[in-house]
């Protein structure tokens, strides 16, 4: 256990993620932008989180929404410039902000200059730093690898008679970083950013850098669901030759040693598979990935105590002692909390998991509006995943515009100006100004919860120790930190509980239901349907 003194500002503080097409538009196009970030610094300072990560904002001919960058040291004049981006960074530090940005190494955009030239002739000094292959003997693809967003892996260039890999849209070829060069050209674009002042990268699919050498075919999937999609190549195999190689750790290593090039910055990376893979990321001596995003409580997770608890508790066990946990619930690409879990009842219930757990949170914008997916009518689906897959696919339903106030457009942008993606059907009373006068409304939770974690040392650095022997649907657990004791009891059930904790004799300091603090808790708490409580217990 590290005590809270001697905790890095990236172990102490809460991430909160901002897509900012979504976030605020100041341009009146519909769309939001770095200058809408900058005019709400304040609203994320006093809401209490400590560090902003903000999704891609790079040139982009926006075929996946920024995923696919054209250049790594700009900003698309969709969003503004990098005079703007500039301003931001000193903004958010002025308020004690840090900013995370996102770094997509895996693969450009097919209009990167990279790539042009790589494409323009086999003999090009460029045509190693992606990965070309002849047609297969029938001349087909090179292997059966499918993409995540449908289709094949590989699209044939006419031009040069090969084919270029690309597990996502075709427009988005990968790059090959077997290739020095490329991985020299990629760690400068990080040195780029860490000298305008960026205190962390959020690393996108980390784990599919290096490919099998030989690009052998991937196993046949024998869990792969019966009604998948008919171009829905990927999910049909068993992802061996194209991810998560141990090759890669080499790589995460240097990765990491051009960030320790500068004081105290932050690797974060966008994981997943099997908690002993993932795991690995960390390096063997904490010299890889500050930060594997631990996706363990959303993915594939049922609203369940015992569920949650046993995820928390092996990813516990499995930590190395120098590794330091961190959670999520929500982000970009995952159906929102509130649509998952199955009401405000028990989102609620998930923010003071989320945010008395041990290690870092990361919430996603408009999770403390307790938003849910937004209906998306199939004419108006843009998200790559959804328009190939099915309507049923789409994360655009996850990507809606933050909702502000009671005005039309929910202040998002001007009123006479369709915003990019719909709001919610109730956005003239599911917004910021409004909940904010609500004393209990879900974002005066998220703030109480936010003060409350950033004040006690027990849920800044403290051990984490679960309680057995309570009710099958709550989940209860101990946080300490020398005199700093909390006791967390969660209940998931909509029905009332009685929790018992032998000795236990404190009172309580919040509730998701806001209106319980400083209630006597001396053995028994009772909690009512889809509440959690937060017990502050003096020293042992």
Not at 186 to 196: A, K
Request: charged letters at 25%.
């Amino acid at each position: 256990m590290q005590r809270t003194k001697q905790l890095h500002w990236w172990q102490r503080g809460v991430v909160y993620q901002i897509y900012p097409r979504s976030f605020q538009d100041t341009t009146g196009n519909g769309v939001g932008d770095l200058q809408g970030v900058i005019d709400r610094l304040d609203y994320l300072a006093d809401f209490g989180v400590d560090a902003l990560w903000l999704s891609p904002f790079y040139p982009s001919p926006m075929i996946d929404f920024g995923y696919d960058v054209a250049d790594y040291c700009d900003v698309d004049p969709l969003f503004g410039d990098l005079a703007a981006f500039d301003r931001l960074v000193a903004a958010a530090h002025a308020r004690s902000l840090k900013i995370i940005i996102d770094w997509v190494p895996n693969h450009s955009s097919d209009q990167h200059r990279w790539f042009l030239e790589s494409r323009s002739r086999r003999d090009n000094p460029k045509r190693d730093w992606y990965i070309w292959r002849d047609p297969a003997p029938d001349g087909g693809p090179p292997n059966n690898w499918g993409s995540f967003f449908g289709g094949p892996a590989w699209t044939f260039d006419e031009a040069t008679g090969q084919y270029y890999l690309h597990q996502f849209c075709p427009e988005q070829p990968e790059l090959n970083w077997r290739n020095p060069d490329v991985r020299a050209a990629m760690y400068d674009t990080l040195r780029f950013w860490m000298e305008r002042g960026v205190d962390g990268f959020r690393m996108d699919v980390i784990g599919l850098l290096l490919k099998d050498e030989e690009l052998r075919d991937n196993p046949p999937n024998p869990d792969a669901p019966p009604d998948l999609p008919e171009n829905d190549l990927f999910s049909r195999l068993h992802q061996v030759h194209n991810m998560f190689l141990d090759e890669n750790h080499a790589v995460m290593r240097e990765i990491r040693a051009v960030l320790d090039e500068y004081p105290d910055r932050c690797a974060i990376g966008e994981l997943w598979g099997p908690l002993e893979e993932w795991v690995r990321y960390y390096g063997p001596q904490g010299d890889e990935l500050h930060l594997p995003f631990n996706f363990r409580l959303m993915d594939g997770m049922a609203w369940n105590a015992p569920q949650m608890r046993a995820s928390v508790d092996a990813m516990e066990a499995a930590l190395p002692d120098f590794a330091w946990p961190n959670y999520v619930l929500g982000n970009h690409d995952r159906m929102r909390l509130v649509t998952r879990f199955g009401g405000e009842g028990p989102a609620r219930v998930a923010a003071m998991l989320l945010l008395t757990l041990r290690g870092t949170p990361t919430l996603y914008y408009a999770d403390e509006l307790a938003l849910p997916d937004v209906p998306i009518p199939p004419e108006k689906i843009q998200d790559p995943q959804g328009v190939n897959l099915g309507p049923e696919r789409t994360r655009d339903v996850c990507r809606t515009p933050m909702q502000w106030d009671a005005a039309p457009n929910a202040g998002f942008c001007p009123p006479d100006v369709e915003p990019w993606l719909p709001l919610s059907a109730d956005y003239e009373t599911r917004n910021v100004a409004v909940f904010a006068e609500q004393p209990a409304s879900i974002l005066n939770l998220y703030r109480r919860l936010l003060a409350y974690r950033r004040a006690t040392p027990a849920l800044l650095g403290g051990s984490y120790t679960p309680v057995d022997g309570g009710p099958d649907d709550c989940y209860i657990y101990w946080r300490e930190d020398g005199d700093s004791r909390c006791l967390i009891a969660l209940n998931f059930s909509a029905e009332p509980r009685a929790v018992t904790v032998p000795g236990l004799k404190g009172q309580l300091a919040l509730s998701t239901h806001l209106d319980r603090e400083g209630e006597a808790a001396e053995g028994e708490i009772e909690l009512r349907g889809n509440e959690g409580v937060i017990v502050a217990v003096g020293a042992a």
